[in-house]
């Protein structure tokens, strides 16, 4: 069944303003999505359809229910707990970032191509988490749509629809990017649909910068809700009636937009963006008003937070700590010594440090010191990241360090070649990389990367598919690593079990949604005989792991963390579980989700781990609540424990503990069906 609906609308307008036309036929086109392109993280797992992200394409298959359920698009993590376990990553740049750091997308592809006017999203449990949406033009280039910040809202379902940018071409694929931090549960997402036209329509000449948005809300006639406020569609049964009164008056209130003028304007790539066009000297006066700009905007930001050790009583004499009185004293600031300006200059952003380069002949020598280039985050530039940019990086980072490339490159923005020729340039000092979702990755590239980069500690590769076995048995040649992360990667049990023998100091390893390695408990073998400084695991859905995987690590007394959830191999662990989780008194995260046969005796070694602050125990049908309430009073530091699905335990009892146990998050996952909206 096709997936989109199509009426088509007659635009009379009686507007003379050149480029409008007086009648013209335009089409409204509905559809849901055909297909997903690609994601960053499922709950699911790639041989199932429970919670996977393709659950997304065709019509909406639970809403308006809401609460949990495997029909729909889940991701893998929520609030602030992966953020504070032992594996959390640091950021190399943080000040790279946004108000809102994206942690999670999902690209989708339509049947046709529309001017978009609106795109919903149907969440069905725990809405709030959608923080930016983008749109794909031909030329394979990313626009935003919209962005916001993540919200708290109302535990029901809704269809989120936050007014749209002005969109200048005609798009099929939209990107929606999610932030967890707000959170109390896993966020579902069951349908998103795309409605466009097929010609692009502007309101009439003075209605709010012919604002389309501002238009469809002044018709949709919607009181304004406090809860969510970028909503326009809050009760589902009255959805889009803002549509529908457009297109009955669309010539009163819109004209139609012939021109092919915008369909020819530049994206603003990274180097426009950030202002890297600028190779020499600029005019006096743009380099008056950059200086300017760095004095009152960037400078007074990091004077308070910047430890300026010996010359800081001299910058305290010379230049006041306020806007204005900087204004005054620029003389005295260009004084100081380079060293002093290296080390404020460190804590710049990407775009400030560009900015920099266009004040004076000194400043621009100094704003390119490949010192201030030691780390480098382009993961907030992934929709902007070409090679014209890495070019422009390339000199600049001779003593690059630590790069985070994740997201970047997508969709032939970045080639192989390209990333390949970057690590010729600036490879050799890396100690971390990240290439988490980067379609360019594929053996070539890995192989370079175990050539050039000998002293890495961190590799990240999540979701790099293109990679096959011969790709990962280079990476035997990497000594020092101390992070790899290969979710969703389809490694081999040998190739994996060469690079542990050759990695003694691996602290943390991420194996989620492997389902390559047919044999876990050789790698968890492995791991225990070249691994003893293990920190933490990451095992989720290695269902060929069993108890005598579980038994090997116990030798890593160091863990602090574990995840073996959905290892349903493991059946009932038994002694195995025990002996682990008795070997490891320093746990402070451990998920077990979806493992049916647990008991309380086989948790029982787990009440003396004193540091314990993260337990998942979802699907656990045989617990009692006895074991849970001594998780309750045993563990001090406890903070989230998931009793969802767990039978034995009742939701009176949960409420209780609640209430007894404030500090304490306390997770229930449930469903309702045919939610009635309040």
Excluded at 3 to 27: G, I, Y
Excluded at 38 to 66: E, L, V
Excluded at 467 to 483: D, V
Aim: with cysteine.
């Amino acid at each position: 069944m096709v997936s989109f609906d199509e009426v088509k609308v007659e635009l009379v307008s009686v507007n003379t303003e050149k480029n409008l036309t007086n009648k013209e036929s335009v089409a409204f086109v509905e559809q849901f999505v055909k297909e997903v392109s690609d994601f960053s993280s499922q709950y699911g797992s790639d041989n199932s359809i429970s919670y996977t992200a393709y659950n997304i394409a065709g019509n909406p298959s639970k809403f308006p229910d809401y609460g949990d359920y495997p029909q729909a698009f889940v991701m893998r993590t929520y609030g602030c707990w992966w953020d504070v376990a032992p594996s959390r990553p640091i950021d190399y740049m943080p000040q790279n970032n946004g108000p809102v750091i994206s942690q999670d997308y999902i690209d989708v592809e339509y049947y046709r191509e529309v001017y978009p006017v609106r795109v919903s999203i149907y969440e069905t449990y725990n809405p709030g988490s959608v923080v930016a949406i983008w749109a794909r033009d031909n030329n394979r280039r990313w626009h935003q749509l919209w962005s916001g910040p993540p919200q708290i809202v109302s535990r029901k379902p809704r269809i989120f629809s936050p007014p749209l940018q002005l969109c200048h071409f005609k798009t099929k694929m939209i990107r929606v990017e999610f932030n967890h931090s707000l959170l109390d549960y896993y966020t579902e997402v069951d349908a998103i649909l795309l409605i466009g036209t097929s010609e692009l329509i502007l309101p009439h000449i003075g209605f709010q910068n012919r604002n389309l948005s501002a238009l469809l809300q002044e018709l949709g006639d919607t009181t304004h809700n406090n809860e969510d406020q970028y909503n326009l569609t809050p009760d589902y049964l009255k959805i889009n009636q803002d549509l529908k009164k457009l297109k009955n008056t669309l010539g009163k209130h819109c004209v139609l937009y012939k021109s092919k003028v915008m369909d020819k304007v530049p994206i603003g790539k990274l180097v426009s963006k950030l202002g890297m066009h600028c190779h020499c000297i600029p005019p006096i006066d743009e380099a008056f008003n950059s200086l300017q700009h760095f004095l009152q905007e960037d400078f007074p930001k990091l004077i308070h937070d910047i430890n300026l050790s010996a010359a800081s009583s001299s910058l305290t004499d010379t230049s006041p700590s306020t806007s204005n009185s900087i204004d005054n004293t620029c003389g005295s600031f260009s004084s100081l010594p380079d060293e002093t300006l290296l080390k404020i200059l460190k804590n710049l952003d990407l775009q400030s440090l560009c900015r920099c380069c266009k004040v004076n002949r000194r400043f621009n020598n100094i704003a390119r010191d490949a010192l201030l280039y030691t780390s480098l985050n382009l993961k907030p530039y992934w929709y902007c990241l070409d090679i014209v940019a890495l070019n422009y990086l390339a000199p600049r980072c001779q003593y690059l360090q630590k790069l985070d490339l994740s997201w970047c490159g997508n969709y032939d923005a970045i080639t192989s070649y390209d990333i390949i020729e970057f690590l010729n340039s600036c490879g050799s000092q890396l100690t971390h990389l990240r290439l988490n979702s980067c379609q360019f990755v594929n053996d070539s590239v890995i192989e370079k990367v175990a050539a050039v980069c000998n002293d890495l500690k961190e590799l990240c590769l999540r979701n790099c598919i293109a990679i096959t076995n011969h790709g990962f048995r280079q990476l035997t040649k990497l000594k020092f690593l101390e992070r790899l992360e290969l979710y969703r990667t389809t490694i081999e049990t040998s190739s994996l079990c060469a690079i542990l023998k050759q990695n003694p100091q691996m602290h943390h390893l991420n194996l989620a949604g492997c389902n390559h390695i047919p044999n876990m408990d050789e790698v968890a073998i492995a791991i225990a005989n070249s691994c003893p400084h293990l920190e933490s695991i990451d095992f989720w859905k290695a269902h060929s792991l069993s108890p005598n995987g579980v038994r090997a690590l116990t030798r890593c007394v160091q863990l602090r963390e574990v995840d073996f959830g959905w290892c349903l191999g493991m059946g009932a662990p038994g002694d195995s579980l025990r002996a682990l989780l008795s070997s490891c008194r320093s746990l402070e995260k451990v998920f077990l989700a979806a493992l049916r046969g647990l008991t309380d005796r086989d948790l029982e070694p787990l009440l003396s781990c004193q540091k314990l602050q993260q337990l998942d125990l979802l699907g656990a049908r045989s617990l009692t609540p006895d074991i849970c309430l001594r998780f309750l009073l045993c563990c001090p530091q406890l903070r989230m424990i998931d009793l969802s699905f767990c039978e034995a335990i009742s939701d009176i009892k949960v409420q209780e503990w609640r209430q007894l146990y404030p500090h304490v998050s306390i997770k229930r996952s449930f469903q309702t069906s045919g939610f009635n909206f309040i």
